[in-house]
């Protein structure tokens, strides 16, 4: 058996930057990770977005928090380059509808504080002259951007272990017990693992840990799919997206362009144990990519990848203590868009086991808030 | 449980050779002294390795490095290369340009 202040479930880049900021604080940290690869899930499997726009505006509080305080010194911090660009967010849109529903996300996160705007074709053409000129307009978010999440995860993981993190990997938890009344042991496989805190943060094998000891969280996993080319001049460095989410990305140091995007099937694909593409994704994010960056139609697409998001049923994370399992934290259910937020969570998720104030609003993000339908409409009598 | 779980196991000093700025991945021209500093800095398996440094990312995929850099790990981490997984290969097979692999349809005005 083997004790700690805390201990970690999950070595993707929420885990570890939550182990980072703990071990700032002197605080003895375990990760325990299933995988024999560190950040193996959505971590390494994300397009790389930093951004505010686009999201819920539960969560825009801490992704502005990171955006503001910890992303732009981030690679200085850890020691390690993360290929932070804060080049700005294009949502771009082809028709007045579009440009109806890039508005209504805008004005949502504008109403929180944030600065997101629409812009007409020449201010979109200015920005990123690639574009094609079926575009009518775009919502444009100048402090968002992008970073590299395999680089980025790795450097919290290596910023971690030299800060005396003990980080085991092929540990698959099967239970979280309570020692008088307190969520204390942690049980895998091999070996069983004490902390006074425990922070489960293994994305979508979450909800089956959490279920060992009694709490049960509202998610389901996608496939979420990308495309990677090979090198090409520079191009542009916003951050891109459609209103009708044709794709997403953008381009990165190295010069190759990472692509995400979607058919429709994403809930309902298959999971044989590891995440595979599937043959017709790739296509319909190359036909979505080539409608609206013509040129890169003749860009040499290397390799392709999948893996699943954890998405939790309302679209935000929980971040939160338990109260009916003292002991308890989760971070899971980031729902696709958790690795730009990933230093903030990892900076609350600190704060929260040392019992502090969050830095920034979560009150929209706790575990408690889900409700039958008729109950959130405030009609159940 | 294997020499690879405890991310705190004692390895020892990195030790500068004298052949470490030969290139192992030509596609991304990737050193065999970055690869053993990356060991150094905790990463122990190849997909680590290969996301952070990009060996094995560039046109052939790792074609023709992935053998040499499972054994420059191994011997730093002094384990059998057998222990080592090696990187999930990925489609396309060779590299294929957008408006191909856009045409998965037969309509298609691309």
């Avoid at chain 1, 100048?142 to 910023?159: C, E, F, S």
């Avoid at chain 1, 003990?166 to 020692?179: A, L, R, S, Y």
């Avoid at chain 1, 969050?358 to 008729?374: E, M, N, Q, T, W």
Wanted: proline share 5%; glycine share 10%.
């Amino acid at each position: 058996m083997m004790t700690a202040d805390v201990i970690v479930i999950g070595a993707g880049i929420i885990g570890s930057a939550s182990a980072y900021y703990l071990a700032k604080k002197g605080l003895k940290v375990i990760v325990l990770e299933k995988s024999d690869i560190i950040g193996n899930g959505g971590s390494s499997r994300n397009g790389g977005g930093v951004r505010q726009s686009g999201r819920d505006p539960r969560e825009i509080p801490i992704a502005m928090y990171g955006i503001k305080n910890l992303w732009p010194h981030l690679s200085e911090e850890l020691g390690y380059d993360v290929e932070y660009h804060q080049d700005g967010n294009l949502r771009l849109g082809k028709t007045p509808k579009h440009l109806e529903t890039l508005k209504k996300l805008a004005d949502k996160a504008s109403a929180v504080g944030l600065d997101v705007r629409m812009i007409d074709a020449d201010e979109v053409k200015e920005i990123n002259p690639y574009l094609s000129d079926e575009v009518i307009g775009a919502s444009w978010c100048p402090t968002d951007g992008h970073a590299n999440p395999l680089k980025a995860t790795l450097a919290y993981y290596m910023a971690a272990r030299k800060l005396g993190v003990t980080f085991i990997t092929g540990q698959d938890v099967t239970e979280i017990k309570k020692i008088r009344g307190k969520a204390r042991a942690v049980v895998t496989q091999d070996d069983v693992y004490e902390g006074d805190s425990i922070v489960l943060a293994a994305g979508f094998a979450s909800r089956k840990i959490a279920g060992t000891i009694g709490i049960d969280i509202p998610m389901i996993s996608k496939l979420i799919e990308c495309l990677v080319t090979e090198a090409e001049p520079p191009m542009f460095n916003q951050m891109l997206g459609t209103a009708e989410a044709d794709f997403y990305g953008h381009q990165t140091n190295h010069g190759s362009f990472v692509f995400g995007g979607s058919t429709g099937f994403e809930m309902y694909k298959k999971d044989n144990g590891t995440p595979v593409n599937y043959s017709d994704t790739v296509p319909c994010i190359c036909r979505g990519i080539i409608r609206y960056v013509p040129q890169l139609r003749d860009a040499k697409i290397v390799r392709s990848w999948a893996g699943w998001s954890d998405n939790m049923s309302d679209g935000v994370p929980i971040i939160d203590k338990v109260d009916e399992v003292p002991g308890l934290i989760l971070a899971c259910g980031f729902t696709g868009h958790g690795f730009g937020i990933a230093p903030g969570v990892g900076t609350v998720i600190s704060q929260l086991v040392t019992d502090e104030d969050p830095v920034c609003d979560i009150s929209g993000l706790r575990y408690d808030r889900f409700y039958a339908k008729d109950v959130a409409a405030g009609k159940a009598v | 449980m294997n020499e690879l779980s405890n991310r705190s196991r004692d390895i020892g000093e990195f030790i500068p050779q004298p052949d470490d700025d030969m290139i192992v991945c030509r596609c991304e021209e990737v050193t065999k002294g970055e690869i053993r500093k990356a060991v150094h800095e905790g990463l122990w398996t190849i997909a680590e390795i290969r996301r952070y440094l990009r060996c094995g990312m560039g046109l052939c995929q790792g074609q023709t490095c992935a053998k040499l850099v499972k054994g420059i790990v191994a011997r730093e981490l002094k384990v059998s290369p057998a222990l080592l997984e090696p990187a999930t290969s990925r489609s396309p097979m060779r590299p294929v340009e957008m408006h191909v692999f856009a045409k998965e349809t037969e309509d298609t005005d691309l």
